[in-house]
């Protein structure tokens, strides 16, 4: 198959990378469970971007605030009442859509037919609709679009409604005393609810930020390639507090800073974009996304909006509790205007798998064949070198055991003394490992290794006492 997300899912699942949630059960839909490469790479993404925040900045700061909120969180954040997605149902197959997305994919197929005028029409018409919450003429523009369902291939749509996309559950043992509460849809409202908290509490000083890592979770109406779009997710959420007035320079300071992370570790420029918003959510004075080119196109990875000060003062008005800041250096007393960076640690890991999986032909003549490996950038790569005895004898795995074990608590490390070296490469080279350590006859000579890199497959030898150094070295971002 030469679909290249169903290659990259495929590669997931067989090398330990991406498993779908109760696969014995035949699954549960746009859940998934990370195998042993997948945990180490996603941890590695998560503490490259919890460094680069805490202590890159020093004012930032982190925290880890809980999942469930007191329920008038949601309703002073809008997300009761607004956080919805409109969806429509195919009375054939029982299908359920986005309505939105029913109508992006229309555009997309007329942007492909080179009919651009088509497509962006379409899309300005969706937009004016949706905003002003005109469902019956959402509906009436799929219709007239002649936009069919493609597993009935019916046109026969019900009415669209708007579905909240909270998951909602009760607290408290007996009926009578339990009480409803949602699963939070985003890490941001455990920062803004702590603002003070933090801020008094670590003596912080405007500007100053607050980083978090955390689970969310979304009742995503079409969820759909692979861990773009889960139902439960990670986000990596900063929240940068600002004078007022002051929002739209910091806002294009972290859009600049954001991308800069991506290509630091390893994104090309040209698989990256801006997209800036025009249509602003109520709460923001500006918005973008850094886009990546997934196999599908590019698509979002993550945001970097201007949200004023509607999240601090929503709390304000629904607490009753002051969340101002004094200013010393102007005298002033405000409610701090806030500019975020929000990324999904499961789109990133499915951008920088995405990105790392090369297909190459390799060799000469008769001998030419695929070679197929992960190209992460080594601070990523969930196994940073294996260590291999040329055979199993003569000492040789033992020398590399006393190898193995001096290194193994600074880097995560592979022992293999199986096959012949040729396949130990190429596994290797499946989930990703920029460097394999070989050690042979010679090495109980003179203490020496080969080391294998993995993008060129050249080898060097180097001695063992530069082998920590050579690791600490290579796997840094
Ligand atoms: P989309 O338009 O793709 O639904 P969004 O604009 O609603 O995303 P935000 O609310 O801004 O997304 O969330 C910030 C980030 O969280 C996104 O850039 C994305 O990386 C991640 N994210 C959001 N929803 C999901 C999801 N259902 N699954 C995985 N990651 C998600």
């Not at 696969?23 to 993404?45: H, R, T």
């Not at 985003?186 to 920062?191: M, V």
Request: contains cysteine; proline residues 3%.
């Amino acid at each position: 198959d030469n679909n290249p997300l169903k290659k990259i899912i495929a590669h997931a699942k067989e090398y330990g990378f991406v498993y779908q949630s109760s696969e014995i059960y035949d699954g549960l839909q746009a859940v998934y469970d990370y195998g042993p490469y997948g945990a180490e790479l996603k941890k590695n993404l998560k503490d490259l971007w919890w460094t680069s925040m805490t202590r890159l900045n020093d004012n930032i700061v982190g925290i880890d605030a809980s999942i469930f909120m007191h329920p008038l969180v949601w309703k002073a954040s809008g997300h009761v009442d607004g956080f919805n997605d409109p969806m429509i149902d195919n009375k054939d197959s029982k299908k359920r859509y986005r309505a939105d997305v029913l109508l992006e994919d229309k555009a997309a197929e007329y942007e492909k037919a080179g009919e651009q005028d088509k497509a962006d029409a379409l899309l300005k018409e969706m937009g004016r609709l949706l905003e002003a919450e005109e469902l019956d003429a959402v509906r009436e523009l799929i219709v007239s679009e002649g936009i069919v369902c493609p597993i009935s291939g019916t046109g026969n749509w019900t009415e669209v409604r708007q579905f909240n996309l909270m998951f909602s559950t009760q607290v408290g043992s007996v009926a009578e005393d339990a009480s409803e509460i949602y699963l939070r849809p985003e890490t941001a409202q455990g920062i803004f609810v702590n603002f003070l908290n933090v801020q008094k509490t670590a003596r912080m000083k405007i500007p100053f930020g607050i980083a978090q890592i955390g689970k969310a979770f979304r009742n995503e109406i079409v969820a759909r390639q692979f861990i773009f779009r889960m139902r439960e997710f990670e986000q990596m959420e900063m929240q940068f507090f600002v004078r007022p007035g002051e929002e739209l320079k910091w806002f294009e300071a972290w859009k600049e800073s954001r991308m800069k992370w991506h290509k630091v570790l390893g994104i090309p420029e040209d698989k990256l974009r801006f997209h800036d918003h025009e249509k602003l959510a109520h709460y923001a004075n500006a918005a973008a996304d850094i886009e990546y080119d997934f196999p599908f196109g590019f698509k979002e990875v993550e945001g970097i909006h201007s949200r004023t000060d509607f999240d601090l003062t929503q709390h304000q008005a629904l607490s009753k509790k002051k969340q101002q800041y004094f200013d010393t250096e102007i005298n002033k007393n405000y409610v701090p205007y806030v500019v975020e960076t929000s990324i999904g640690a499961d789109r990133l890991f499915l951008m920088t798998l995405a990105n790392a999986l090369v297909e190459e032909e390799v060799g000469e003549g008769d001998k030419k064949k695929m070679r197929t490996y992960l190209k992460f950038h080594p601070a990523l790569a969930p196994v940073k070198a294996a260590i291999f005895p040329l055979t199993r004898k003569d000492g040789l795995p033992e020398k590399a055991k006393e190898i193995f074990n001096s290194l193994n608590f600074d880097f995560n490390l592979i022992y293999e003394d199986k096959q012949a070296i040729g396949k130990r490469y190429t596994r290797q080279d499946l989930i990703g490992t920029p460097f394999c350590i070989a050690v042979d006859h010679q090495t109980l000579e003179d203490d020496t290794v080969t080391i294998r890199h993995r993008d060129t497959m050249e080898q060097e030898r180097i001695h063992i006492s530069g082998l920590h150094g050579f690791l600490a070295k290579s796997c840094s971002a």
